[in-house]
């Protein structure tokens, strides 16, 4: 039994605390692998955890935290051995049973992913489930028939970590990208990481969405939904696809069918918390491999420590934040 230190939040009433707090290796939930977590990083989702009504946690107390990366200190599965390091993001993590704030972590061997060679876990929370999700959009438009000479690609929520790994994942791949932001002060951080042109977000919420728009992106990375996906889906060109991850911008799309039929747009949905574990060790080697950017430093713009957590997902919520913060234990 090892004494660990990990950010809890439990529900007081009607509001949730988080503090950090001693805990025991025993106190650890039940699965097949224990390990020594060296990084975590900070998500939307992280934050909404310590929102009593947000509806993200199943209940509490629990330590949230959708990503880890570290070494396996125990294993009772074979496939995992002391000393190997390890990915685990999605599933339950974070959100029905203890997840990455926490310098120790325990969960079922069919969520582990191993680290492919070509990425440091600290590169791997640099990625996290934001950069996860920004490959599997990558690799499946790609399959969709998506290619570099097509013509841009639309990434919206720029600023945010599926936006910004997008944008550096797909400049590395040889793409042009559009980026856009809600943020006057992200553009130089953008076009830093490989945006081509910078739009501001209201661009793509005009007053009156045509059923069709003037063609102008051959696919979109959409990780905010709602009514500025129906303008998107209105101008991808013949063919196209947007593939979309997330509903900040809400869940009503006032979209007609006519992209669909009078232009073979696709909409691709993106789940990136259960997706198949084969599917998922191909696309983290791609994020190692031809879809890992060439400075994916640049796109961590804090390092912090538990200590720190309290604030810093407090600030989150608020949208006070580009780029990627990830957790040192």
Known sequence: MQIYRALTAELQGDAVRARIAERTTDQLPEGEVTIRVAYSSVNYKD???????SRVVK???????IDLAGTVTESRDERYRPGDRVIVTGYELGVSRDGGYGEFARVPADWVVPLPPGLTLREAMICGTAGFTAALSIDRLERHGVAPGNGPVLVTGATGGVGCLAIAMLTARGYEV???????????????IGAATVIDRKQLTPETIRPLDRQTWSAAIDPVGGR???????AIRYGG?????????GTDV????YPFILRGVSLIGIDSVYCPMEERIRVWRRMAGDLKPAALDELCTREVTLDDLPEVLAAFLLGQHMGRTIVRM
């Open 254 to 257: 006032p979209a007609t069918v």
């Open 47 to 53: 934050g909404l955890a310590l929102r009593a009504n």
């Open 228 to 234: 500025s996906l129906a303008f998107i889906l209105s």
């Open 178 to 192: 559009t980026a856009s932001t809600g943020k006057a002060d992200g553009h130089e951080f953008l076009k830093k």
């Open 59 to 65: 209940s509490y107390p629990i330590v949230p935290g």
């Open 241 to 249: 696809a947007a593939a979309v991850s997330g509903l900040t911008g």
